[in-house]
């Protein structure tokens, strides 16, 4: 069965519930860190102030002035949040939830939320939020989540004051309000969140808790677009296909569908696949459309999957050759969209090695004080053996840092090209 998808078909698959990352700390560094005086951070850090400790791990966290690495913001962050400054706490649940230079531990994650959100700290309050909305690390519980993401829009955070608004508009944790919805996304529109923006189009385009209104829908999709929002591109795309609002236009769809899915929007590249296949605007590609339907599948896109099984099914009948290669593919706006697949996937790979490279080192930490501060023979043999099992554990640690500094080479070649490559318009 062929399937012709739209992101924004239900409520909830209108916009990812949470960014790609848990919102994550951008406190302003310490006085001494205005001017970039990155020696002297370091010496106040190094000092155990607590704060400078957060803004030299938030540096290499976001890579400010400094490498990106994650490993430096995970030793600078630790003993930070280990003070109690709340800001260091929410980076570290972040690096727990997604991994970044440790093992993935959600419930980690949600402990060091729960810490700096009961501190009042509206980020952690989000990402707490965020987690009962998911599941993740704590009981599923859309009523907490929404409390929780009440209290840090109270603080008008943005991306909080969205999800609440998206509460009301699926009814998770409280009754469905799509008045209470608007009034949210506006809130959160106003404070430049682009997801809201987008909602705001997609209630209008409906009609909910509103006449149907297709100009203003399209009003609030281009002002998201214009931030940057894929979703809202994918958005005006899908209605140049098919007519929503306006008249077809295969042209302006796939214009819209290139950029975002040169943002890696999973959907945008599924309906290239379906345009390529199906010759709208274009003439029918068997090669593109595969290679576009493999993108969107490879990041898990439901739709993408269906369609990509489906027409490898059809090739396989055809004995075409587009399916032996998609070499031939080759214009701009797919060179692009592949890159940015390379660059979360090399990204991914470089967060486990160094993940597997703290845990080794851990390891190695664990044996070297195996019995250390006790006497005797028994306890000499038990340092000496524990001795010899770190050293291997050394070892593996360095052998993943260097696969990781490696692969941070090819990431930033690739992310050179992407900053100078052509326009996502239309081959």
Same mark, same amino acid.
């Given at each position: ?103 993935? !531990? ?15 700290? +509206? ?30 829009? !109270?603080?008008?955070? +943005? ?54 209104? #297709? ?42 569908? #290139? ?71 080759? !214009?701009? +706006? ?70 990781? +500094? ?17 326009? !996502?318009?239309?081959?």
């Amino acid at each position: 069965m062929r399937v012709l998808t739209r992101a924004t078909l239900a409520a909830f698959f209108v916009f990812a519930v949470v960014s790609t990352t848990r919102a994550q700390a951008r406190e302003p560094a310490p006085a001494a860190s205005q001017g970039n005086d990155l020696s002297l951070l370091r010496e106040q850090a190094a000092a155990g102030d607590a704060q400078a400790q957060f803004a030299l791990g938030n540096r290499y966290f976001l890579g400010v002035g400094v490498a990106q690495d994650y490993t430096q913001a995970l030793i600078w962050t630790r003993p930070s949040a280990d003070k109690g400054f709340s800001p260091a706490q929410n980076q570290l649940g972040v690096m727990y939830e997604h991994g970044f230079a440790v093992v993935r !531990d959600y419930k980690r994650a949600a402990n060091y939320y729960r810490l700096a959100a009961k501190q009042g700290y +509206a980020l952690a309050e989000s990402n707490l939020a965020g987690l009962f909305e998911s599941g993740n690390g704590v009981k599923h519980d859309y009523r907490q989540a929404f409390d929780w993401y009440l209290k840090a829009a !109270d603080q008008n955070l +943005a991306v909080a004051e969205k999800q609440v608004g998206y509460f009301y508009q699926c009814g998770y944790g409280v009754k469905r309000d799509y008045v209470q919805a608007q009034a949210w996304y506006l809130r959160a529109a106003g404070h430049g969140n682009s997801d809201a923006e987008n909602q705001l189009g997609y209630m209008a385009e409906q009609g909910w808790g509103q006449p149907q209104n #297709y100009a203003e829908a399209f009003s609030w999709y281009y002002k998201a677009a214009e931030h940057g929002n894929d979703t809202a591109q994918e958005n005006i795309g899908y209605n140049f296909q098919n007519g929503v609002g306006v008249n077809k236009d295969y042209a302006r769809a796939m214009s819209w569908f #290139y950029k975002a899915a040169g943002q890696g929007n999973s959907d945008a590249e599924n309906q290239l696949g379906w345009m390529y296949q199906y010759g709208q605007g274009v003439k029918p590609d068997d090669a593109k459309a595969l290679a576009w339907y493999r993108l969107s599948a490879d990041q898990g896109n439901r739709h993408g999957i269906i369609n990509l099984d489906s027409f490898t099914d059809e090739l396989k009948e055809r004995g075409s050759g587009a399916l032996e290669s998609t070499s031939t593919v080759t !214009d701009a +706006a797919f060179a692009k969209a592949q890159r940015w697949a390379n660059i979360r996937d090399l990204r991914s790979r470089i967060n486990t090695l160094e993940a597997d490279a703290n845990q080794q080192d851990s390891l190695a930490d664990q044996l070297e004080h195996t019995g250390k501060g006790n006497g005797g023979g028994v306890t000499k043999v038990i340092n000496a053996l524990g001795s010899v099992g770190a050293v291997k554990f050394r070892i593996e640690a360095q052998k993943y840092r260097a696969e990781a +500094a490696h692969l941070r080479e090819e990431l930033a070649g690739i992310e050179n090209q992407n900053q100078f490559s052509a326009d !996502d318009s239309a081959p």
